[in-house]
């Protein structure tokens, strides 16, 4: 993916979330966007899915430029995994990935099924595609959630902390899905607390802090980093993980 | 068994107090010998008022649905329509609105028909109610969904129709459900405008054969045939809604 973000400021009912921010980035498959709450990142993936409008600045993704209140075809074109699946809970997992093929995307169910059922299988969810949400687990609903986004074929997909609500075990049988996105070469950006997972897929990452970003680079950055923010933030992970 | 025994004895117990009633106020037996010769006209009133509440009800469903939309509208003028009308409806008695609307409004709208001017003024008196429940429905699909879809690419329409709207009717069943009971019995305020409903025909009939307390317990006896069903509907509604959304917030 190409992405351009040029002095991008949002304010939320007056305090600055994003604080003009910018970042120029070519051919760049994982992105992983960290940092600790609150410093903005997942606000950042939400303006890059266009589904929120931002106070001034440009964002650039692969040569579109990104505007929430026209972008229904660019929405069209971005898989969307959010924190908490989001699954619709009247419909069934297969029923939820067919819905958005047929009436959004207009296609036939015939056409769509086959694929959508080798993805399901791919994942692990075969058995479980005729359960409702509330059937599942919660590693199994993200999955069922990334099946959905994949299920578009989309020019880039959009992971918003995919494990933050599961416990250890359902994170890492999350982790592993996205994984296949790795491996599958799609596009992505993924806003995650797994340092160690980022540092794994990711070929670039981003350090967020207080609305701004503070470091960025490739994966290496995270054994040499520069800035006493980035620092303390890896500090404290580490602390936390051998605690654990 | 012990769920029947327990109902029997607390039904036991409310004909007793009828039984007072009946031993200590009535000066003669009851007889409802003179209400065989008017059954026609009894029946003809027990199927006018299902059918004034059963057209009413469709209406007001659609009245609610109106007064909903309106009060979501961006245009502020629409917004303050609904919400004058509905707090109209909610402050006001239900005969006073429907003498209103017999003696003057129908007049104005030169409405003649006795059964419409009730059928429309229960509609728009149910559909006020009826727009609170879309609405209380409505909000309770949660933020994530309408985003869900919005970022899937849904048209408005697209999001009402295939994730709000499966969503809300299954919610929205035992209240109205409780509206249609509750239509059914304001109808009978219709007697006021001489509509021929049930209470209009049994107060007629009342008043030639003098047999005022057995006139009574038919008319008690002839909305409770048509709100008990309903009544229980509602209750049955509830719980498998309740098992429902319990069931899912346990997973």
């Known amino acids: 993916m190409n992405l351009k973000i040029d002095k991008l400021t949002k304010k939320y009912s007056g305090k600055v979330v994003l604080d003009n921010i910018s970042l120029d980035l070519k051919e760049v498959q994982v992105l992983a966007l960290i940092g600790a709450s609150g410093s903005g990142k997942s606000t950042l993936l939400r303006l890059l899915s266009g589904l929120e409008s931002f106070d001034s600045g440009k964002i650039i993704v692969n040569g579109h430029d990104v505007d929430s209140k026209s972008d229904e075809a660019y929405r069209k074109k971005i898989g969307f995994v959010f924190q908490d699946h989001n699954l619709f809970p009247h419909l069934s997992v297969l029923e939820n990935i067919m819905l958005v093929l047929e009436k959004v995307h207009g296609m036939k ?60 075990i359902l994170t890492h049988e999350v982790l592993n899905a996205v994984k296949l996105l790795a491996e599958d070469q799609k596009d992505f950006v993924i806003v995650t607390h797994e340092i160690g997972f980022a540092k794994e897929v990711a070929d670039y990452i981003v350090f967020m802090d207080e609305g701004g970003i503070v470091e960025h680079g490739t994966k290496e950055m995270l054994s040499n980093p520069q800035s006493d923010k980035l620092k303390a933030f890896l500090n404290k992970v580490l602390t936390f993980v051998n605690e654990l | 068994m012990k769920k029947i025994t327990s109902f029997l004895v607390a039904l036991s117990l409310y004909g007793l107090l009828f039984y007072v009633v009946y031993t200590n106020a009535l000066e003669k037996d009851l007889d409802f010998t003179v209400y065989n010769e008017y059954y026609k006209v009894i029946f003809n009133g027990w199927v006018t008022t299902i059918m004034i509440s059963a057209v009413s009800l469709v209406l007001a469903l659609i009245v609610g649905l109106i007064l909903y939309l309106m009060n979501e509208s961006k245009f502020k003028v629409l917004n303050y329509l609904s919400e004058i009308h509905k707090t109209i409806i909610f402050g006001t008695p239900l005969i006073v609105i429907a003498m209103i609307a017999y003696f003057y409004i129908g007049h104005a709208f030169h409405v003649k028909s006795k059964f419409w001017v009730g059928v429309l003024t229960l509609a728009f008196y149910i559909g006020a109610y009826i727009a609170d429940i879309y609405k209380g429905a409505i909000e309770s699909i949660h933020t994530n969904q309408w985003q869900t879809a919005r ?38 305020l219709l007697a006021y405008m001489g509509t021929s409903e049930f209470l209009n025909s049994m107060q007629i009939v009342q008043s030639v054969s003098f047999r005022y307390p057995e006139g009574f317990l038919i008319i008690a006896v002839g909305y409770l045939i048509l709100t008990i069903p309903l009544i229980l509907l509602v209750r049955f509604l509830e719980k498998k809604l309740n098992y429902k959304v319990s069931h899912e917030f346990e997973n």
């Open chain 1, 109 to 168: 169910r015939e056409e769509a099924l086959p694929d959508v059922l080798r993805v399901l299988e791919q994942f692990g969810l075969n058995e479980h595609s005729d359960k409702k949400p509330h059937q599942i687990s919660g590693g199994q609903g993200q999955r069922a959630s990334i099946v959905r986004a994949l299920s578009i074929h989309p020019e880039l997909v959009l992971l918003d902390e995919p494990t933050s609500s599961l416990d250890p």
């Open chain 2, 151 to 188: 970022m899937f690419g849904f048209t408005k329409y697209q999001t009402y129709r295939y994730v709000v709207f499966p969503q809300v009717i299954t919610s929205i069943l035992p209240p109205l459900a409780g509206q249609f009971a509750m239509t059914i019995k304001s109808s009978a």
